[in-house]
């Protein structure tokens, strides 16, 4: 199995690089992982919506530039479904059950995805009604895949 984060715009914090570094190669224990980086596009000043529209449309582009016809694609979104750490680990393993080789995980840019991103996808998840910074949100997305691989392994992992 596969996996790709699918990010829009880059990492700046050290400390967030470092932990999520520490994570990916926790998880290459047990999947090839690949964090796939897109430019993020500039957001005017009190945007209309059609530029608002514009934007996610660009970044959508560049995103659905990295997906392949056959992964499985997973959206963070506030508008998905919230699973917990058991439900999220058996989404990953029937991916691997079913015969999908690989799945990519989106995270969009501030504005959200665009409408062709969000026709794409095979699922939406939350992981809050909270809202995370998008480079935090990396971090806990590869600490709960690492997560999901324990769980789907049987294995101890400290809660």
Same mark, same amino acid.
């Given at each position: 199995?596969?996996?790709?984060?699918?990010?829009?715009?880059?990492?700046?914090?050290?400390?967030?690089?470092?932990?999520?570094?520490?994570?990916?190669?926790?998880?290459?224990?047990? $999947?090839?992982?690949?964090?796939?980086?897109?430019?993020?596009?500039?957001?005017?000043?009190?945007? $209309?919506?059609?530029?608002?529209?514009?934007?996610?449309?660009?970044?959508?582009?560049?995103?659905?530039?990295?997906?392949?016809?056959?992964?499985?694609?997973?959206?963070?979104?506030?508008?998905?479904?919230?699973?917990?750490?058991?439900?999220?680990?058996?989404?990953?393993?029937?991916?691997?059950?079913?015969?999908? $080789? &690989?799945?990519?995980?989106?995270?969009?840019?501030?504005?959200?995805?665009?409408?062709?991103?969000? &026709?794409?996808?095979?699922?939406?998840?939350?992981?809050?009604?909270? &809202?995370?910074?998008?480079?935090?949100?990396?971090?806990?997305?590869?600490?709960?895949?690492?997560?999901?691989?324990?769980?789907?392994?049987?294995? &101890?992992?400290?809660?």
């Amino acid at each position: 199995m596969k996996i790709k984060l699918i990010c829009v715009g880059k990492l700046k914090e050290k400390y967030l690089y470092d932990g999520i570094k520490e994570y990916l190669k926790r998880i290459s224990a047990y $999947s090839d992982i690949e964090v796939i980086e897109v430019a993020d596009e500039r957001i005017p000043d009190n945007p $209309s919506l059609a530029e608002e529209t514009i934007v996610k449309s660009k970044e959508g582009r560049r995103i659905l530039d990295k997906v392949k016809q056959d992964d499985y694609m997973i959206l963070l979104d506030v508008q998905g479904k919230e699973l917990d750490s058991i439900q999220f680990a058996e989404r990953i393993e029937d991916c691997m059950i079913n015969g999908k $080789s &690989t799945i990519d995980f989106v995270i969009g840019g501030s504005l959200g995805h665009g409408e062709d991103v969000l &026709t794409r996808a095979n699922a939406r998840i939350s992981f809050s009604q909270m &809202t995370f910074p998008h480079q935090l949100m990396r971090l806990i997305l590869v600490e709960q895949i690492y997560r999901a691989f324990k769980i789907i392994r049987h294995e &101890t992992y400290h809660k």
